[in-house]
C-alpha cells in the first residue's frame, strides 16, 4: 500500500498539512523544511494522487480525444502531435474509438464526462452538434478537426480542400499536362466536392475547356470521358 500524507507527517514529525503545502510547494514553508519533507517523502515511495488533485483543484489535468478510427493514417500523425504537445503542458490522454458507431460515440462521451475531462478533442468528420450537445450542457470546451461542418463549432481546425486541389491541380498545368482527370470518392462527403470545385476552378480559369472529374457513387455533373 502506498504511503499518503499522514504516514510522511508521522515520520517527518510535523502536521500533514505542512506536508501537504511542502509537496506543493508553498512559499509558506521554509525552504529547509520543504527539503526534508520531500526526501522523506521520495524514501518511502510517496506518488501524489491524482484523483485528490483533481477535486481539490477541480481540473483532471486530463483531455480526452474521440477518433473515427485509430487505423486513419491521417488521424494517427494529429494524434501524435496532440500527444507531444499535451505531454509537455502536463496533461494526460483519454484516447477512444467512435469507429463511426454512434452508440459508442454516445458511450465514450459518457466515459470522458464522468471522468471529468478538462477538455475533448474531436478527430472525427462526422461529429455533430447533436452529438456536441452533452458536452455544451455540461460546459466542456472542445476542439473538432478536418470535421464536414467546422463552421458550426467555435473551435475547429480543419484544411482548405478548394485551396489544395487548386495547387495540385496547377502544378500539374505548370508541368505541361492538359488533360487532367479528377477522381474523388461520394464516402468522404465534403471533402471531395470542396476538391472537385477546386480543380474545376483552376482548369476553368485556364481555359482548358470544360473540366471534368468524377466522384464515384454520385453524379457531379460532366463526367470524363
Known sequence: MSPTIKDIARKAGVS???VSRALSGSALIPPETTARIRQVAAEMGYQPSAAARSLKTRRSRVL???VSSMDDPFFAEILQGVEDAAQASGYSLFIASSQRDVQRSQQITRSLLEHRADGVIICSTSFSTEQNQPFQQAGFPIV????QAAENFRY?????????????TRHLIDLGHRRIAYLGDSLSGRTSLDRLT????EMGEKKFGTPRGRISGRDPGPRLQ
Open 16 to 18: 500533514h498539512s505542512t
Open 64 to 66: 480526452g480525444v474521440i
Open 144 to 147: 473538432v478537426i478536418n470535421n
Open 156 to 168: 475547429s481546425i480543419y484544411h482548405d480542400d478548394v485551396d489544395g486541389a487548386r495547387q495540385v
Open 198 to 201: 477546386g480543380y474545376r476552378t
